[in-house]
C-alpha cells in the first residue's frame, strides 16, 4: 500500500513553455502533498507543502508564481513550472501523507530538462 | 534549527562486506529518525524508522538504533549486495512538526561483486 506516482517521468521543455507535473496517491487519500527538488548529487529540498482545498504553504525562496501547486483532490496534486528556464531543470519529487498513513511516501520523481 | 550529518560518499565496498553509514542529527525534544533510499533513477523508498530513544528500526537486513546520548541513528547491514546500491538520505521529523521532514545530504553507496 502507500503508492505514489509520478507524470511524466521525464520531460524536456523549450525555455519560456509552462510544463506540468502531476503526482498521484494511488490507494490512499492524501491530505497533504509535499514538492521536493533535488540536483545532481544533493539532497531534497522541500519547495512546498500543499492541502487538499487549501493553497500552498511554499519555502523561503520559492516563487510561488513560478511554481505553481495545485491540490484540488485526495489524489493528485500538480506542479506547473511557469516559463521555464534551464536553471529549473532538476529533478522533482513529491510525497504524500493522509488518512492512516502517517508517513511520507515518495513518487518516482520527474526529471525536467529545459532547453 | 534541526539538521542532519550524514557521512560523505561515495563507500564502495565488495559484496558481503559490513555496512555502516553514520548520521548524526541536531534537533529539540524527540524527533523522529529515518533512512531512506534511492535507487538511480527513481524516488525515495523509506527503508526504516524510529519514534523515540534506544528504538531499533530494520527492514531488509538494515538496522539503525536511535541513540539519544549521541544524537546518532547509524545505519548498518551486516552483508551487503550489489543491489543495495544506492543512495541513502537519514532524515528527521521534529515531534512538533507532523509534516516537516529534514534530511541529510546522502551518502551513495557502490557494492562491487
Known amino acids: 500500500g502507500a503508492v505514489v506516482s509520478q507524470h511524466p517521468s521525464r520531460v524536456i521543455c523549450k525555455s519560456g513553455t509552462s510544463v506540468k507535473i502531476e503526482c498521484r496517491s494511488l490507494?490512499?487519500?492524501?491530505?497533504?502533498m509535499f514538492w521536493y527538488r533535488q540536483f545532481p548529487k544533493q539532497s531534497l529540498m522541500l519547495m512546498a507543502t500543499?492541502?487538499?482545498?487549501?493553497?500552498?504553504?511554499?519555502e523561503q525562496g520559492v516563487e510561488k508564481d513560478k511554481f505553481l501547486i495545485n491540490h484540488a483532490s485526495l489524489t493528485l496534486s500538480t506542479l506547473t513550472v511557469t516559463s521555464a528556464h534551464p536553471e529549473d531543470s532538476s529533478f522533482y519529487i513529491c510525497?504524500?501523507?493522509?488518512?492512516?498513513?502517517?508517513?511520507?511516501?515518495f513518487g518516482p520523481g520527474t526529471r525536467l530538462t529545459v532547453t | 534549527g534541526d539538521s542532519v550529518t550524514q557521512m560523505e560518499g561515495p563507500v564502495t565496498l565488495s559484496e558481503e562486506a559490513f555496512l555502516t553509514i553514520n548520521c548524526t542529527y541536531t534537533?529539540?525534544?524527540?524527533?523522529?529518525l529515518f533512512w531512506y533510499v534511492q535507487y538511480p533513477g527513481e524516488g525515495l523508498q523509506l527503508l526504516l524508522k524510529?519514534?523515540?530513544?534506544?528504538d531499533k528500526g530494520s527492514n531488509k537486513g538494515f538496522e539503525a538504533t536511535y541513540r539519544k546520548e549521541t544524537t546518532s541513528f547509524h545505519l548498518e547491514k551486516g552483508s551487503v549486495q550489489v543491489s543495495d546500491s544506492a543512495v541513502y538520505f537519514c532524515?528527521?521529523?521534529?515531534?512538533?512538526?507532523?509534516?516537516?521532514?529534514?534530511f541529510g545530504g546522502g551518502t551513495r553507496l557502490m557494492v562491487k561483486p
Open positions: 510525497s504524500a501523507k493522509g488518512g492512516i498513513v502517517n508517513e511520507q511516501y
Open positions: 490507494d490512499f487519500q492524501a491530505t497533504t
Open positions: 500543499s492541502n487538499e482545498g487549501s493553497k500552498a504553504t511554499y
Open positions: 534537533a529539540t525534544g524527540y524527533p523522529s
Open positions: 524510529a519514534t523515540k530513544a534506544d
Open positions: 532524515a528527521l521529523r521534529p515531534n512538533n512538526a507532523g509534516n516537516m521532514l529534514t
